[in-house]
Structures are given as structure tokens and as C-alpha cells.
């Protein structure tokens, strides 16, 4: 079946660092979709990803989809300690728009 | 507000016994999901329903049960079957096909 594979697992930063997570796909995607989990809590939706090669931008974050269509990743700049959580990727696994694979996610923490 | 509510937020379970988890939503959504999440890693689909009346088993579905009957409610029946059901469970909603995961507050299963 589809996999998500994420890394790293963990990345620890001094605040003011910047920060990527990557996530890889084994299928191509029809769309990724990032979501943040603070620690305690529930995954929120950041953002989605459609069109090949795009790059999207909030704030200091930046989310990047692969050309293939088949990875990503989210650049983090300048760290600050609300950015502590784990970060999720996840795409359509094929046959099934509904259905969501996620990755393992990425667990940030910022040292102040 | 709309969103999606989870009850309760921890609930204990003895050997051999069944448990239910109760997800509500007021966002409308046709599509409802279960996850499960274990410390340090992704989300594991259990079950999910696109429609009322109508269920798929996700990627871990044994020992767990749920119904659909009506479309803001889709509870989540932990069975005695279930052996190792200590986890965060989550619940999730979606408008329709690719798009974002709405996600509730989770609820927090431990076994007596």
C-alpha cells in the first residue's frame, strides 16, 4: 500500500534557527496536506498543496511540493517556541479521496 | 461555533469490557474518520464513513466497531477484542473528498 515516510523524526533548535521537515511519498499525490499537532493537542490543518512545483507561504513558513508530485517539505525560518509540536504530512492514498495516509511526523522543540 | 466534540476526554476500560467514544460534529460534513495515535507516532485510520448508512475499515480495524446513522454522530466502539487499546483516539471531518481534516479534542484510553 501507499507510504508516507517522514524525516527526520525528531529535530531539536535553539529559537532563531531555521527548520525543515521532509515527507516522501511512494505514490504520486493528487494533493499534500500539513498539519500541526501541539504537544497535548489535536492536529490542526496548516495547508494543502495541488499543483506540481508549488510553494506556499505563511509567514515564516514555507511549504514547497515536489515537481513529481511525490514529496514536500516545510521550511521553517527564524524558529520561536510557539513553533514547538509535531508536524504531519499526508496525502490521498490512491483509489480513494477520502482516505488519508499520514506520515509519522516531525517532533520540533525549541530551546529558548 | 461549529466543530467537532469528543467525550470523554479519558476514559478507563477493564479487561473484557466494551467501551464507547462519541464523536459529534455541527460542521456538516459528509465524511467522518477514527484515528488512533500511539506516543511518537502518525495517525492509524480505524474506520471511516463518507456517507450516512456506510462505513470502510481502515488500516487497523480489528477490534473496534462503529456505526453511522446519523451524519453529525460516529461513535467509536472499542471490543473486548482490541487487546492493547491504550492510546489517543481521534476523531476527524471532512466537507468532502481532498479536503482539510477537521479534528477533535481526542479522547485518552487506559486500560484498568
Redesign the interface.
Known sequence: ?QQVMQIP?YQHVQEGEDFTTYCNSSTTL??I?W?KQRPG?????LI?LVKSGEVKKQKRLTFQFGEAKKNSSLHITATQTTDVGTY?C?G?EGGS????T????T?LTVNP | DGGITQSPKYLFRKEGQNVTLSCEQNLNHD?MYW?RQDP??????IY?S?IVNDF?K??IAEGYSVSREKKESFPLTVTSAQKNPTAFY?C?S?RT??Q???????TRLSIL
Not at chain 1, 102 to 105: L, N, S, T
Not at chain 2, 40 to 45: D, E, H, K, S, Y
Not at chain 2, 100 to 106: C, I, L
Request: hydrophobic content about 25%.
Open positions: 500500500g523524526q493528487s494533493n496536506q498539519y493537542g489535536h492536529p490542526v490543518f494543502q504531519f499526508a490521498p479521496n477520502y482516505k488519508l499520514f506520515g509519522k511526523g517532533l | 465524511a484515528y511518537g507516532q502518525g495517525l492509524r485510520l471511516y463518507q470502510q481502515g488500516d481521534l476527524a471532512t473528498q481532498n482539510p481534516q477537521h479534528f477533535g479534542d481526542g
